[in-house]
């Protein structure tokens, strides 16, 4: 399984990126699922589901399905956020991982950058950034240093080339 990551500070648009390549990469053939990391304390569950109730009185998982979906809910309580590489090996293998966030993980990543959100670029400090995406890629060609490979926030396509030739897939379960 190859794992790809959209990098970028929060409002960047990696969100936006992220669901705009998932139709373009499954119309390529490939199968893809991805990963998004939060900052925020988050809740997928609901107070008064029987779900909740049963993490409320210290169930450490709870596995919640039906017909057409399941999701399981591990509580963390006082232990640590887990490493990426233990959360990717809990994903059901596919021919790419799209990864959301985990900005400082060791991966190949692409980072999402506007100029607009007044927000610091991540890849002069990141040398597993290996292209930047932009609303402003002739702005940022007047940048000083090295940069890596810019492609237009707005071609879909092209980035997904991009990530497809990186990641060496040619389409279909690799």
């Avoid at 399984?1 to 992220?18: N, P, Q, R």
């Avoid at 210290?58 to 399981?72: D, I």
């Avoid at 402003?136 to 926030?153: I, Q, S, V």
Wanted: with cysteine.
């Amino acid at each position: 399984m190859k794992v790809f990551g959209i990098a970028g500070w929060s409002g960047s648009g990696k969100t936006t990126l992220v669901v705009r390549l998932l139709p373009e990469l499954g119309k390529r053939g490939l199968v893809v699922s991805t990963m998004k990391h939060t900052h925020h304390r988050f809740d997928i569950d609901r107070p008064g589901k029987d779900s909740f109730v049963h993490r409320e009185a210290g169930a450490k998982e709870v596995l919640v399905a039906s017909s057409r979906r399941w999701a399981l809910m591990h509580e963390l309580r006082d232990d640590p956020e887990p490493p990426v590489e233990e959360l990717i090996a809990r994903m059901t293998p596919v021919d790419l991982l799209l990864v959301e966030g985990f900005k400082h993980h060791n991966h190949p990543k692409i980072e999402v950058h506007r100029h607009e959100t007044g927000k610091p670029l991540l890849s002069p400090d990141d040398a597993s950034i290996i292209a930047i995406a932009t609303n402003d890629p002739e702005g940022m060609t007047a940048m000083p240093g090295d940069t890596p490979p810019l492609l237009n926030l707005d071609d879909t396509q092209k980035i997904a080339d991009f990530i497809i030739e990186s990641c060496g897939l040619t389409g279909g379960r690799e």
